[in-house]
């Protein structure tokens, strides 16, 4: 009887690995769907016929924007319908009185609106939307806050098509070209140079936002770098144009600072070039690190001769001195690159840029022997100047970990570094002898700076 039950046990085990290795089990495996679908080619027929749907799309949400002719109207109609609500009674007109719409008279100037201007104002006149706005005891919302809204989101919109038009391949990235576009259309100046502007100015966004060198468009509409390009489409403040990235001036400023660490006249900067880039402050330990890391920046150009009379034209940046050649470093894009992650050093790009350098092995974390080393040169530096030489490095070392916080006790990730809030603030002290003495006074530097003291920024460079 066992026998019979053995038996029939591996008859029905023989039947159902047949029934696995089958037809069934082929028919599941046709069903199985691809992973993969290669992109149309740009020439082929399905990738024209996708860019010209995807342009006709656009077209199509261009006509749904307002003009500053249909804002205005908006805004006139809004001003008729507010205060005139529940009872016809014009509640508040007096003088100095803030503009108000309660939910009855928002429905009667959307529809007043839609007759004026067209339907696709529909969405900006919705439940979920007046829901978002603080209301009062009547539950009514400033006027004015809902129409510096609806202009905001217009522009955005506005933005969101015209990055969307360098999108090829519809993934939603914007490209680089899409990125030098955008900043070239509020270049003002001389043609010759409008590509070299837009290219310099891209390179804000591109760093800040791109991976691969593509960046989504979600996060240019959100970045603080594109609102602040786009502010140079108004009328100039003289209070916000100088310190832009965008300006043509800065552009100038950079290029001057670049020839002036260019004392070969290459068109690249040596290590040792570049220690004048902050008058000796930063630690040639730190410096090493920077050439062996980011020296050479992606796009860089190749040396070429420059035109005659030093003139500074086109993209590529090559070597004022056509008998040097040949010459190794960093070059004017990788300078860039520089200028940026070390003005953001506390943002994730910035981070990205700055923890390979300090990661002598590459593991992707540093550990307490990396920090005292990067400091030990710090308190080199230190000591030079003429500050007190009992400066505890193992002291400093167990201060930036208790700044830092870190998973690991004993190791400090890329991670760790955003997650703290302090990653600006660590990395300026691992490179800059500078940025430790004013992270080692800001007590007493904050009171100077409230007594209207010129701070601390030539105050260690003198002693130096």
């Given at each position: 009887m066992a026998g019979d039950n053995e038996s029939r046990s591996a008859e029905q085990a023989a039947r159902m690995l047949e029934s696995g290795t089958g037809h069934d089990s082929a028919r599941e495996l046709e069903a199985i769907p691809h992973f993969f679908i290669a992109r149309a080619s740009p020439d082929s027929l399905p990738g024209i016929v996708q860019r010209a749907a995807r342009l006709r799309l656009l077209q199509a949400?261009?006509?749904?924007?307002?003009?500053?002719?249909?804002?205005?109207?908006?805004?006139?109609?809004?001003?008729?319908?507010?205060?005139?609500?529940?009872?016809?009674?014009?509640?508040?007109?007096?003088?100095?009185?803030?503009?108000?719409?309660?939910?009855?008279?928002?429905?009667?100037?959307?529809?007043v609106c839609r007759e004026a201007v067209g339907a696709y104002v529909d969405r900006h006149f919705r439940a979920s939307l007046f829901l978002r706005f603080a209301r009062d005891a009547r539950g009514a919302i400033p006027l004015l806050s809902f129409f510096h809204y609806l202009m905001r989101r217009n522009a955005l919109l506005q933005t969101r098509l015209h990055l969307s038009c360098f999108d090829e391949d519809g993934a939603a990235p914007g490209g680089a070209a899409g990125g030098e576009e955008t900043a070239g259309g509020c270049a003002e100046g001389q043609d010759a140079l409008l590509c070299e502007y837009a290219a310099f100015a891209a390179r804000k966004l591109m760093f800040l936002h791109a991976r691969r060198g593509r960046a989504r468009v979600r996060d240019l509409l959100t970045s603080p770098a594109l609102s602040e390009l786009l502010e140079?489409?108004?009328?100039?403040?003289?209070?916000?144009?100088?310190?832009?990235?965008?300006?043509?001036?800065?552009?100038?400023?950079?290029?001057?600072?670049?020839?002036?660490?260019?004392?070969?006249?290459?068109?690249?900067?040596?290590?040792?070039?570049?220690?004048?880039?902050?008058?000796?402050?930063?630690?040639?330990?730190?410096?090493?690190?920077?050439?062996?890391?980011?020296?050479?920046?992606?796009?860089?150009?190749?040396?070429?001769?420059?035109?005659?009379?030093?003139?500074?034209?086109g993209r590529v940046i090559g070597p004022r001195n056509p008998a040097i050649g040949g010459c190794c470093g960093m070059r004017w894009e990788a300078f860039l690159d520089f200028l940026l992650a070390w003005e953001?050093?506390?943002?994730?790009?910035?981070?990205?840029?700055?923890?390979?350098?300090?990661?002598?092995?590459?593991?992707?974390?540093?550990?307490?022997?990396?920090?005292?080393?990067?400091?030990?040169?710090?308190?080199?530096?230190?000591?030079?100047?003429?500050?007190?030489?009992?400066?505890?490095?193992?002291?400093?070392?167990?201060?930036?970990?208790?700044?830092?916080?870190?998973?690991?006790?004993?190791?400090?990730?890329?991670?760790?570094?955003?997650?703290?809030?302090?990653?600006?603030?660590v990395i300026g002290l691992l490179a800059d002898v500078n940025s430790f003495y004013a992270y080692d006074s800001r007590e007493s530097l904050a009171?100077?700076?409230?007594?209207?003291?010129?701070?601390?920024?030539?105050?260690?460079?003198?002693?130096?």
């Amino acid at each position: 009887m066992a026998g019979d039950n053995e038996s029939r046990s591996a008859e029905q085990a023989a039947r159902m690995l047949e029934s696995g290795t089958g037809h069934d089990s082929a028919r599941e495996l046709e069903a199985i769907p691809h992973f993969f679908i290669a992109r149309a080619s740009p020439d082929s027929l399905p990738g024209i016929v996708q860019r010209a749907a995807r342009l006709r799309l656009l077209q199509a949400r261009s006509c749904e924007l307002l003009d500053n002719a249909q804002l205005e109207l908006v805004y006139s109609i809004l001003q008729q319908c507010a205060g005139k609500g529940r009872g016809g009674a014009d509640r508040d007109s007096e003088d100095g009185a803030e503009e108000r719409l309660d939910y009855d008279e928002f429905c009667r100037a959307a529809a007043v609106c839609r007759e004026a201007v067209g339907a696709y104002v529909d969405r900006h006149f919705r439940a979920s939307l007046f829901l978002r706005f603080a209301r009062d005891a009547r539950g009514a919302i400033p006027l004015l806050s809902f129409f510096h809204y609806l202009m905001r989101r217009n522009a955005l919109l506005q933005t969101r098509l015209h990055l969307s038009c360098f999108d090829e391949d519809g993934a939603a990235p914007g490209g680089a070209a899409g990125g030098e576009e955008t900043a070239g259309g509020c270049a003002e100046g001389q043609d010759a140079l409008l590509c070299e502007y837009a290219a310099f100015a891209a390179r804000k966004l591109m760093f800040l936002h791109a991976r691969r060198g593509r960046a989504r468009v979600r996060d240019l509409l959100t970045s603080p770098a594109l609102s602040e390009l786009l502010e140079l489409r108004m009328p100039p403040r003289d209070s916000s144009l100088p310190g832009s990235w965008f300006t043509p001036a800065s552009m100038w400023r950079a290029r001057a600072l670049f020839d002036e660490l260019d004392r070969r006249g290459c068109g690249c900067l040596s290590a040792e070039d570049f220690l004048g880039f902050s008058a000796g402050t930063m630690t040639p330990l730190f410096v090493m690190r920077l050439f062996e890391e980011r020296a050479a920046a992606p796009g860089s150009a190749t040396p070429q001769s420059a035109p005659a009379g030093g003139a500074w034209q086109g993209r590529v940046i090559g070597p004022r001195n056509p008998a040097i050649g040949g010459c190794c470093g960093m070059r004017w894009e990788a300078f860039l690159d520089f200028l940026l992650a070390w003005e953001h050093r506390g943002s994730a790009a910035g981070v990205r840029y700055f923890f390979p350098l300090f990661d002598l092995r590459g593991r992707g974390y540093i550990t307490q022997v990396e920090v005292c080393t990067f400091f030990r040169a710090v308190h080199a530096l230190w000591v030079a100047a003429g500050q007190y030489p009992e400066l505890s490095v193992e002291d400093v070392k167990d201060e930036l970990f208790d700044i830092v916080r870190p998973a690991h006790p004993l190791r400090i990730t890329a991670a760790d570094l955003l997650a703290s809030s302090m990653a600006g603030t660590v990395i300026g002290l691992l490179a800059d002898v500078n940025s430790f003495y004013a992270y080692d006074s800001r007590e007493s530097l904050a009171a100077q700076a409230d007594q209207g003291a010129s701070g601390w920024a030539g105050a260690l460079s003198s002693d130096m």
